[in-house]
């Protein structure tokens, strides 16, 4: 096979062959030739699209005569992303359907919004201290050929030229050289390069020239037309692009935010960015970009320390990319939070302990919560409770059966689902193994109560045809998504009760739950613990009667822990605004990875579950 990678620009591309580049011998013991061709470069293949340019297709014979049977050849090049344009069509295709003469082609190519890879085109250039002129005169021929770029991928997708096409977009979360190394074949570990650390530092230098232009005030993405951006993405152009609404325009006074969101990062990273030297010689090293001075003032250095600065658009997603420095296997177990939430965390702590905190300026963090959790699961706010543990809001749920009804459920399941039935003498459990639940759904059930994902094993239940039998047979449908919200893309309007608890997938302190109620099971429920917080309006039902009960899922709320709730609003928004099914995609990659490595089968879930005895664990 040929492989042929085409990376767009700042895609990751030169860190990818830079790897590939320092292991071409054990690269070729893996069946993979990545040959060092033309002009003598030692990295990319860039006389390809050099050549191609001049329409010099001799090119293809070169390659012919270079192939060695039984090999893969690789070829890596950004040049050629310059012949996806009207005018160069013909002369790719022709391209690539010579290669298709020699072997079966494979063709890679990875990409990233336009606006995002604009605007990290400019900075680089800025950093190197080469002239830009203004952000309208660097920008204006460059949107032109962008927006003629998305219509020609979307011409490449409709119409491959080659038997094989794959289209990777560089996203948040994602290690795009990782992800264009596995669909290239090539072994992760002959994929890395030490280019990502070195582009991390200087990255931080040209956020601060970012903080100074105004680009930020109309960004690439309004100038391409935010619209013809949506409409490509939302048919599918890119494949690892979830929600097209993750299309930011910042407005100017976001400028110092995005700034201050880098330096936030950074700490979090272990770069000591507090100090006014520090800062001063970060100015000073960068090149072209005449940051006024005034922009750090006081206010704003109390707000980097305070952790601030995370608004929208860039400066939140900045923020919120902290990774712990190992390797982290146990998310299933505990979820390990996001920068911001520790941040917030530590406000929080922090105010306490000073006797600042007072109890009613926790109610927007739990609201946030409670909206951000909707979003995630696709339900109104007005559905989610907080109970908080899963065994509290399996009991509350419980309230919905009448004595001698039946209760359906897994044998497998974790116990916090099963024992609040089994300990109630008054209802009928009747208990089956997995795999024959949703089997044994018939009109003598009155409630399924079943985990969405196993956590002993990662199996997922088919959730399809658990809400066409309850709906077919008007069962109740209680489901914990603990092991799947956050991951899967859970839609909890089909079911009438769900619970979380949110200290895993979802990256939340522990002491955070949520229980969806739907309205239509709501009223046949009774509040299991109802207290001052489940009232119509809280802080006017903490004394005296009558009972007040809030008139949707909110009478079931106990009252909330507090700190928690300050954490677990930021963790939740992020995951709100990537979305499910992307954090899916690249959890469920990551565990075949891991999966590979120890010669397992690949899977659908991110939870990967090993056979092994106390004594080879210990």
């Known amino acids: 096979m040929i492989i042929v990678h085409a ?318 420095e190992v390797v982290y296997l146990d998310t299933a177990s505990v979820g390990v939070p996001p920068a911001a939430a520790v941040e917030a965390l530590r406000r929080g702590v922090d105010a306490w302990a000073v006797g600042a905190a007072m109890p009613p300026d926790y109610d927007e963090a739990i609201e946030r919560s409670r909206s951000a959790y909707a979003r995630i699961v696709g339900c109104e706010p007005d559905w989610v409770a907080i109970p908080t543990p899963v065994s509290v809001a399996t009991a509350q749920a419980k309230t919905a059966l009448r004595p001698g009804d039946k209760v359906l459920l897994a044998e497998e399941d974790f116990t916090s689902v099963l024992f609040p039935f089994l300990a109630d003498p008054t209802i009928e459990s009747v208990v089956v193994p997995l795999d024959l639940l949703v089997e044994r759904i018939d009109d003598d059930i009155a409630m399924v109560a079943v985990s969405a994902v196993q956590s002993a094993d990662g199996r997922i239940v088919d959730l399809d045809r658990l809400a066409a039998a309850c709906r077919a047979t008007g069962a109740i449908s209680y489901v914990d998504t603990t092991q799947a919200s956050g991951w899967l893309d859970f839609d909890a309007s089909r079911f009438d009760l769900t619970a979380v608890g949110a200290y895993k997938w979802l990256m939340c302190p522990r002491g955070v739950g949520f229980l969806t109620v739907n309205p239509r099971v709501g009223d046949r429920m009774a509040a299991l613990a109802p207290g001052w917080y489940s009232g119509e309006q809280p802080w006017q039902t903490v004394y005296r009667p009558p009972y007040r009960a809030a008139s949707n899922a909110r009478k079931f709320d106990v009252s909330p822990a507090w700190l928690p709730f300050v954490g677990a609003a930021p963790a939740l928004e992020m995951l709100a605004d990537i979305g499910p099914a992307a954090v899916g995609r690249h959890g469920i990659d990551l565990a075949n990875r891991f999966r590979s490595e120890l010669g397992l089968a690949t899977g659908a879930s991110p939870i990967v579950s090993l056979d092994l005895t106390t004594a080879q664990v210990e």
Not at 140 to 161: F, K, N, S, T, Y
Not at 238 to 244: A, F, K
Not at 299 to 316: F, H, N, Q, T, V
């Open 7 to 324: 990376g767009m620009p700042k895609t990751g591309t030169t860190a990818l062959q830079d790897a590939l580049c320092a292991n071409r011998d054990q690269l070729r013991d893996a069946g993979i030739d990545y040959p060092a061709l033309w002009g003598g470069e030692v990295e990319g293949h860039h006389d390809i699209g050099r050549r191609l340019l001049e329409d010099d297709l001799s090119i293809v014979e070169e390659i012919r005569e270079r192939h060695t049977p039984g090999l893969d050849l690789v070829l890596s090049t950004e040049t050629l992303s310059n012949l996806f344009t009207v005018e160069h069509r013909d002369r790719l295709v022709a391209f690539l359907r010579g290669l298709e003469s020699i072997d079966s082609v494979h063709l890679i190519v990875c990409l990233r919004r336009m606006d995002e890879f604009l605007e990290a085109m400019y900075l680089q250039h800025v950093r190197l201290g080469l002239d830009t002129g203004t952000v309208n005169q660097y920008m204006e021929p460059r949107v032109e050929w962008a927006q003629e770029v998305i219509g020609e991928l979307a011409r490449l997708r409709a119409d491959p030229p080659v038997h094989r096409t794959t289209m990777l977009a560089l996203v948040p979360g994602v290690d795009t050289v990782a992800e264009v190394a596995a669909a290239m074949g090539v072994p992760a570990q002959l994929a890395r390069s030490d280019r990502a650390r070195r582009n991390r530092r200087l990255g931080l230098r040209a956020t601060v020239a970012l903080a100074h232009v105004d680009l930020v005030s109309e960004r690439i993405g309004a100038a391409i037309g935010v619209d013809q951006l949506r409409t490509a993405f939302e048919s599918g152009l890119i494949d690892l692009v979830d929600d097209p609404r993750d299309l930011h325009v910042v407005p100017r006074d976001l400028a110092v935010e995005v700034f201050l969101g880098s330096m936030r990062a950074a700490r979090v990273g272990g770069l000591d960015v507090y100090s006014d030297a520090y800062l001063h010689d970060l100015v000073d090293d960068s090149p072209h970009h005449d940051l006024d001075p005034s922009l750090l003032t006081d206010d704003d250095m109390r707000r980097i320390e305070a952790g601030l600065g995370l608004g929208s658009g860039p400066a939140k997603r900045v923020a919120s990319r902290a990774a712990p």
